[in-house]
């Protein structure tokens, strides 16, 4: 089982739809963190949380610490949403802070 | 501010060839670097960390390898490339705590 799990795997809705990707996790956490990946590969940092509640824009994410979950929100979603969303947590390592990466949500807005 | 560059961008080498990507990092001093892979259809895997000049951590076994002859430079090698090195690459940076901030990546196709 990975240490950090994402729903659903695959999205496609319309434009205009309220979107939730779902991202639970096992181990204890010092962050966690919701990133997106264009097309082209480019990764992109949205939220970093270690409690309660973001909101940038039309993007919203929450975690849940108790039950080791977070959800990322997109409100009036349009086609240049469509990516691949990432849930990934910090966690220490050796002394280090690394990250374990969900396997990510492949998003589709369509027009 | 801080700049971080890989290459190449995109990499096509036949099996058994030898590998060399470079990143480097600009505007910072002492960061933890790191290496990533994503696998088509896969989430990214940590390949390789660092926390100084000629100290690698690896978190998978594989015939890849990685070193850090300078401060800001990261290199990540392989003497004889296999079909399942294909992926895209990622270089990343931090100083401390939580964020690590992501190169614009290579993709390699192994034939």
């Known amino acids: 089982k990975n240490e950090v799990e994402q729903s659903p795997q695959n999205l496609t809705a319309q434009e205009g739809e309220f979107i939730t990707i779902n991202c639970s996790y096992s181990v204890g956490i010092s962050a966690l963190h919701w990133l997106q990946q264009h097309p082209g590969g480019g990764i992109v940092s949205l939220f ?8 940038h824009g039309r993007l919203i994410a929450t975690i849940n610490i108790q039950e080791k979950h977070s959800s990322l929100h997109i409100t009036a979603s349009h086609p240049r949403d469509s990516a691949v969303y990432i849930c990934a947590v910090t966690v220490v390592l050796r002394s280090n802070y690394q990250l374990i990466w969900g396997a990510g949500t492949k998003l589709i807005i369509k027009p | 501010s801080q700049t971080i560059h890989q290459w190449p961008a995109t990499l096509v080498q036949p099996v058994g060839s030898p590998l060399s990507l470079e990143c480097t990092v600009e505007g910072t001093s002492n960061p933890n670097l790191y290496w990533y892979r994503q696998a088509a259809g896969r989430g990214l895997q940590l390949l390789f960390y660092s926390v100084g000049i000629g100290q690698i951590s690896s978190e998978v076994p594989q015939n890849l390898s990685a070193s850090r002859p300078q401060d800001r430079q990261f290199i990540l090698s392989s003497k004889k490339l296999l079909l399942s090195d294909s992926g895209f690459y990622l270089c990343a940076w931090s100083v401390g705590l939580y964020e690590q901030y992501f190169g614009p ?6 034939t």
Do not use: E, F, H
């Open chain 1, 48 to 55: 970093m949380l270690s409690s309660g509640k973001k909101k």
């Open chain 2, 105 to 110: 990546g290579t993709r390699l196709t192994v």
